[in-house]
């Protein structure tokens, strides 16, 4: 595919937390007009996988040349195999590039559980077939839960976020090639999708346990078909940095990470 440069420019850093969890539900929604300005200054930004004790998994795809075992950078000791993908520069660092045969896929490890938040930085650079799907991470198991899918049901789209018990598919509008980061969060059982820091909208569940690792890990960019299986449903495009955090993200914290104003 051609490395096309990623512009994902709220992808290497992000604030603190704004420790109320309220969530700050006055931010515009996704069918607002957007506002893409700096994010606001009242805060030193941190490198996207700073040491924290609520970001078990942390992935920037920066490290060059990327190794096949690619280290965690969150808290958790575990790594990622890499398996036909290709590294390409982006904005703030690298980017991985993936096709038909990539494979980014992470085995079973105790310490990743509890997850209410995902992020994910990503560009699709091919559209899936009507009824298909493009998997952008997957545990396998629900419950408990830890998957997004891109799926395309004509003549819509959708996002899916599974979180613990829960998983739900929201309708998104999302262009060819674009850069785009999504963001999935479950608190009091609630699972709210954003994408570029807008709220997309939510869908009450069970999703509070959170979600875990479990025998069949985690595969990213793809379709986790278990253990000793092949992976499918392989995103072509990019993906420029993920996250998995065992805190519910606000939603001014997810605002201030799109680097939106108005926070």
């Not at 009507?130 to 004509?154: K, Y």
């Not at 009091?188 to 820091?197: A, M, N, P, S, W």
Request: hydrophobic residues 45%; aromatic residues 6%.
């Amino acid at each position: 595919m051609v490395g096309v440069a990623l512009a994902l420019g709220a992808c290497q850093f992000r604030l603190p937390f704004d420790g109320d969890g309220d969530g700050d539900a006055s931010i515009p929604t996704a069918d607002a007009t957007a506002d893409t300005g700096d994010a606001p200054g009242d805060a030193a930004p941190r490198p996207l996988c700073a040491p924290d004790s609520h970001l078990p998994l942390c992935f920037t795809f920066d490290q060059s040349p990327l190794p096949a075992a690619l280290a965690n950078e969150g808290s958790a000791a575990v790594s990622a195999k890499l398996s036909s993908v290709s590294q390409i520069a982006s904005p703030y660092g690298n980017a991985v590039a993936l096709d038909a045969t990539s494979t980014i896929a992470l085995p079973f490890n105790a310490d990743v559980t509890g997850v209410l938040s995902i992020e994910i930085w990503f560009r699709i650079d091919s559209d899936v077939a009507n009824g298909a799907r493009s998997g952008l991470m997957d545990s396998n198991v629900l419950p408990p839960n830890i998957s997004m899918f891109w799926n395309r049901t004509d003549p819509t789209h959708q996002l899916s976020c599974g979180i613990g018990n829960q998983a739900a598919a929201f309708p998104v509008t999302i262009a060819i090639g674009a850069s785009t980061y999504a963001a999935c969060t479950c608190s009091g059982g609630v699972v709210t999708l954003y994408i570029d820091g807008l709220l997309v909208a939510t869908a009450g569940g069970d999703c509070g346990a959170g979600g875990a690792f479990v025998t069949d890990g985690l595969t990213i960019g793809a379709n986790n078909t278990g253990v000793g299986q092949p992976v499918n449903d392989q995103l072509v495009g990019a993906i420029d940095g993920v996250r998995l955090w065992t805190q519910a993200l606000s939603a001014r914290d997810i605002c201030i990470t799109a680097g939106r104003a108005g926070c």
